[in-house]
Nanobody, 121 residues
Framework: QVQLVESGGGLVQPGGSLRLSCAASGSIFSINAMGWYRQAPGKQRELVALLPNDGGTNYADSVKGRFTISRDNAKNTVYLQMNSLKPEDTAVYYC???????????????WGLGTQVTVSS
């Protein structure tokens, strides 16, 4: 059993900052990638940032230069530092990870339950 637990969401004014955290726990053999998606009301879930093991970070164009993703592999934790937040960043942010639970198993995607980020004055 694998769990992803997010924290750090909340209400912030435009131009402000938030830091999201997501810790993976359970029967983890290896983690191939960790990242963040978001879903705003009435919109599809979209990639925000992804950090695979090879370090080739991917960011959505809308967050480049404002958001920074990082990982602490020893803690199986991924972070998303969000600066210069805009009202259009308002969404539920979901943690995402590609995890193997055993040496001979296939990697699969896991999702957290999500944390609300609201940017409003």
């Amino acid at each position: 059993q694998v769990q992803l637990v997010e924290s750090g969401g909340g209400l912030v004014q435009p131009g402000g900052s938030l830091r999201l955290s997501c810790a993976a726990s359970g029967s983890i053999f290896s983690i191939n990638a960790m990242g963040w998606y978001r879903q705003a009301p009435g919109k599809q879930r979209e990639l925000v940032a992804l950090l695979p093991n090879d370090g080739g970070t991917n960011y959505a164009d809308s967050v480049k230069g404002r958001f920074t993703i990082s990982r602490d592999n020893a803690k199986n934790t991924v972070y998303l530092q969000m600066n210069s937040l805009k009202p259009e960043d308002t969404a539920v942010y979901y943690c995402y990870a590609i995890i193997k639970v055993g040496a001979t198993t296939t990697s699969r995607a896991y999702w957290g339950l999500g944390t609300q980020v609201t940017v409003s004055s």
